[in-house]
């Protein structure tokens, strides 16, 4: 009974409904085969197993004795205990054979697909080739011998500075911390947030996704009310007046750029040629009919690569009758339909995006003037105001799609982030906005009696934040923030927009292929309730740590 009454009421629900949900997918095929194509089961990933919980139980008994054997902790005994798993874990790592089929899996999923060697075309799930197989072998022999004898290494040195006579905070006890940590560390962080988990991708998909989001939606918060905390002086003013006056004189600089000479040379009864690199508003204007003289209805247009590809396939009668060219490669002989001065869409585009920033950056420093504040401190309200009055999906869609693109236009290629970041920016973007109000809120409770006492002692502005004032708003502020984890774990179902295979595409697309009407849902939906109550009791269970409740 005390087990009972300690457990949540809506998780007790849950358990009353267990059974029968067992029973459920034990005795339906379709849910069996629904919660397999949701969870991301690919066909032999049992084999990886083994692998993957020889690293996991390696990796975290490693961190395991570091927290463990803190001088605070309740249980230092149980340091022993991960000291012995970490070395049983890393021998095993070493003699074992069920390791190389998960690392194998980690590096042919970890590769392009199109452009790597190491893989076998065509193969679903992915295969290394014989020879990318036998490199990965001759890696491991080496690395996990290499692992076993630094945590001998490490292990030894913390033991070691552990005795009652050593110091506690000793040279050799921190070198044998930073050995076990940032080797164990590195490995958990690899394992359980970049490595390809084959044998339940979906939800690794879904859960990466949702925790990298929520910690880049606090760090951006934490920037939103740092900067809304900046106080304002003449000087400020002056240096912000002074940069919106360059970037003015940097943006008419470029759309102050020589202009280049284009013609509608030939007759319009075909398709009208387009060479590559012309400015994307005389394009418009030639399909639309936009210049004296045009028909009133659209125009087709063909791509070339120059004005040699364009003038030839007129000449060849392609269907092509004329062309947009620049004005010295046009023949002197073609009829000009149109003539017409641009800019190239570089100088262009660069003049365009130095004016906004110039405009921008001169509003926020008119508004700092006149209310006497920061300019960034208007600016981060600004953003939060903003962010928070556009709905989800369409800052989704927005950072995934157009601006995701923009930027691997402007980079020439350089940056092209893959969906599933543009995904965890985009619901970062907009989670940051709401945990800036809620960190500005816990900040906001806490007495100014309280920070002026600190700066009484000679603490600075960071050390008041760091030790006095962030510490208290914490343990204020840790229910709406679990509750926001809640949110964007339920919300990374949005990034199926973007393609992203986490459970909701997953489900989307086995219901597609399979024609079964509640099944999939279903099984979702009871996965994501099981995802949703395990997230509240963890943030529960954060409450009860720190008493919330009694403070």
């Not at 989001?213 to 009310?225: F, K, N, P, R, T």
């Not at 030639?286 to 007129?314: C, H, K, M, N």
């Not at 002989?333 to 100088?347: G, K, Q, S, Y």
């Amino acid at each position: 009974m005390s087990f009972l009454r300690s457990v949540r009421p809506s998780n007790l629900i849950i358990l009353t409904a267990l059974p029968f949900i067992i029973y459920l997918f034990i005795s339906s095929g379709d849910y069996q085969r629904s919660l397999r194509a949701i969870l991301g089961v690919e066909n032999g990933s049992s084999a990886f197993v083994p692998g993957f919980l020889a690293l996991a139980i390696a990796f975290t008994s490693g961190v395991a004795v570091l927290v463990f054997s803190r001088a605070k902790a309740p249980r230092p005994r149980l340091a022993n205990v991960a000291a012995l798993l970490n070395l049983a874990a890393a021998a095993v790592l070493v003699i074992g054979h069920n390791i190389h089929p998960f690392i194998a899996s980690v590096v042919a999923n970890g590769v392009d697909p199109f452009k790597s060697t190491l893989i076998v075309k065509g193969v679903t799930p992915r295969q290394l080739t014989e020879a990318a197989d036998l490199m990965v072998q001759g890696v491991e022999a080496w690395l996990f011998p290499a692992y076993l004898a630094v945590t001998l290494v490490g292990l030894g040195l913390h033991f070691l500075s552990s005795r009652s006579d050593a110091a506690p905070d000793g040279k050799t006890r921190r070198i044998a911390r930073w050995i076990i940590g940032l080797i164990n560390g590195t490995g958990l962080v690899f394992v359980f947030f970049f490595a390809h988990i084959a044998f339940a991708a979906g939800v690794a998909t879904t859960i990466r996704a949702a925790i990298a989001a929520y910690i880049l939606a606090a760090l951006m918060g934490l920037v939103w009310v740092g900067l809304l905390q900046l106080h304002s002086t003449v000087r400020t003013s002056l240096y912000f007046a002074i940069a919106t006056l360059v970037l003015a004189l940097a943006a008419g600089w470029f759309l102050m750029q020589p202009r280049d000479t284009y013609v509608l040379a030939g007759t319009l009864d075909g398709k009208v040629g387009i060479i590559t690199n012309t400015p994307a508003g005389l394009i418009s204007a030639v399909r639309f009919g936009q210049y004296d003289g045009a028909p009133q209805t659209e125009t087709p247009v063909r791509t070339f690569v120059g004005p040699t590809e364009a003038l030839a396939s007129i000449a060849k009668g392609e269907g092509v009758s004329g062309a947009l060219l620049p004005a010295a490669s046009a023949p002197a002989d073609m009829p000009v339909l149109w003539r017409t001065e641009a800019l190239n869409d570089r100088d262009r585009a660069a003049g365009i995006t130095v004016a906004v920033l110039a405009i921008i950056l001169g509003l926020l420093t008119f508004g700092g003037y006149l209310h006497q504040r920061h300019p960034l401190a208007i600016g981060s309200e600004f953003i939060v105001d903003t962010i928070r009055g556009i709905p989800m999906l369409v800052i989704v869609l927005y950072v995934g799609l157009p601006l995701s693109g923009a930027l691997k236009d402007a980079t020439q290629g350089v940056l092209d982030p893959p969906n599933l970041m543009r995904g965890i920016v985009a619901m970062a973007l907009a989670y940051s906005a709401y945990l800036a109000e809620i960190f500005r809120s816990g900040i906001n409770a806490i007495p100014v009696g309280q920070v002026e006492a600190a700066r009484s002692i000679g603490l600075n502005r960071w050390q008041t934040a760091r030790l006095v004032v962030l510490p208290q708003a914490f343990r204020i502020i840790i229910p709406p923030l679990g509750n926001e984890l809640i949110a964007i774990l339920k919300d990374t179902s949005l990034l199926s927009i973007l393609s992203i295979r986490d459970i909701t595409q997953r489900m989307r697309e086995f219901q597609s292929a399979s024609f079964l009407p509640f099944a999939p849902y279903n099984s979702a939906a009871i996965f994501y309730i099981f995802l949703t109550l395990a997230a509240a009791s963890l943030v529960n269970m954060v409450e009860r740590k720190y008493d919330i409740k009694h403070r």
